[in-house]
């Protein structure tokens, strides 16, 4: 069974690009401004605290091996069988399957491409 791809560590956290290594053993760089893009958040969203580099460089990798931000934290309520409610917060983090699909190989952001000299 092919087990899906995590996040094994943070290599570079640059405005907006974050490099990982994965655990394929790849090392591929995830470009928060194409997803900034495709979600449009907005500042009543956590997505959109993300848009301030003072806020998303504080990024670290998760026990779950996905991106977990914790200086924004989620709020998660839950509710017992007699209808109380408790909460709890845990780090804002992002879904690794996400983030992989978004992702592309460090060979793709090399300024000159590698290859065989003529």
Known sequence: ????????????????KVTCRWTTG????????????EWK????????????????????????????????PYQHAFWDEHGNQTSTFSPFAIDPDLLYAHSQPLENYRLVPLGIAV
């Open 26 to 37: 790849e090392v591929r760089v995830i470009d928060f401004e194409i997803l900034f893009e």
């Open 41 to 72: 958040p907005n500042n009543l969203q956590l997505e959109g605290q993300l848009v301030d580099y003072q806020v998303f460089k504080f990024v670290s990798v998760s026990e779950e091996k996905n991106l977990q931000w914790v200086n924004l």
């Open 1 to 16: 069974m092919n087990k899906l791809p995590r996040i094994t560590e943070i290599i570079k956290v640059e405005p907006f």
